[in-house]
C-alpha cells in the first residue's frame, strides 16, 4: 500500500508543477568530452534549499546537491544531480541496469517505476523501498542521442520521514523544471554558484 501511495503521489505532482517554476538558473555545466558536446543544467531551486555544485557534491562525487538547513553528509532529504555519459543503448535500458544494480545490493527491496511528463524530454522515475527502511527516488532522463549523456536525480528518505510529502513536492519541482542546455559550460562557468 505504502508503494501505490508514493507512485500515485509522485505522478499526480509532476502533472501538476510543469509549468510552476522557473528554470533559468543553471545549476551544474560540464565540458566537451569526445562527440558529447559541453552542457549545462538548470534548474530553480525551490525556497529554502541549497545550490551546490562546486564543495559538496564534488566531494562526494556528483553534479550537483540541493539541501535544506546545514550540509550533514547523510543521503536524505539531498537530491542528486549526476550527468554521465550515454554508455546504454535506451533510457529504458538505463533504468533497468539502475534496477539491476539495486536489487543485487537489496534482493528484498520493492521496486515501482513510472514514467515523468517532463516538457522537454523523456524521463523514467524508480521508486526503491530498502528492507533497511530507507526509501529512494530516482529519476533518468534522456536529453537525446545528440547531447551525449544522461542525467538522474535522486532523494532518498526514512521510511517514516514525516516531511516525505512536502520533500517529495519539491524533489519533482525540481526534476520537471530541469532543461538541458547544449554547449553551454563556458556561460554556466560564469552564472554557477559556487564559481
Given at each position: ?11 499526480a505532482f509532476a502533472l501538476?508543477v510543469?509549468?510552476?517554476?522557473p528554470?533559468d ?9 569526445g562527440?558529447a558536446?559541453?552542457w549545462?543544467?538548470?534548474v530553480a531551486?525551490p525556497a529554502?534549499?541549497?545550490r551546490?555544485c562546486?564543495m559538496?557534491?564534488k566531494?562526494?562525487g556528483?553534479?550537483?546537491?540541493l539541501y ?6 547523510k ?9 554521465s555519459p550515454r ?11 539502475d534496477r ?9 527491496a520493492?521496486v ?5 511528463q517532463?516538457?522537454g524530454?523523456?524521463?523514467e522515475?524508480?521508486v526503491y523501498?530498502g ?8 529519476v533518468?532522463c ?8 544522461r542525467?538522474?536525480?535522486s532523494m ?6 514525516p516531511l516525505r510529502r512536502p520533500?517529495?513536492d519539491?524533489f519533482m ?14 556561460t554556466a562557468t560564469?552564472t554557477?554558484?559556487?564559481?
Open positions: 500500500m505504502r508503494c501505490l501511495v508514493w507512485v500515485v503521489a509522485l505522478f501538476q510543469q509549468a510552476s517554476m528554470t538558473n543553471v545549476l551544474a555545466h560540464g565540458a566537451r568530452d562527440d558536446p559541453a549545462a543544467i538548470a531551486s529554502g534549499w541549497t551546490d562546486c559538496y557534491a566531494a562526494i556528483v553534479d550537483a546537491v535544506q538547513g546545514e550540509w550533514t553528509g543521503p536524505q532529504r539531498v537530491m542528486v544531480l549526476n550527468v554508455k546504454l543503448p535506451t533510457l529504458t535500458d538505463e533504468v533497468q541496469a539491476k544494480h539495486f536489487l543485487q545490493t537489496d534482493p528484498s520493492k515501482t517505476g513510472f514514467t515523468v517532463h516538457r524530454m523523456p524521463c522515475a524508480t523501498q528492507s533497511d527502511h530507507v526509501d529512494d527516488v530516482v533518468f534522456d536529453p537525446g542521442k545528440e547531447s551525449g549523456v542525467l538522474s536525480w532518498t528518505f526514512d521510511d517514516a520521514d520533500l517529495l519539491d519541482r525540481v526534476v520537471v523544471a530541469s532543461r538541458y542546455l547544449r554547449d553551454m559550460a563556458s560564469s554557477a554558484p559556487g564559481h
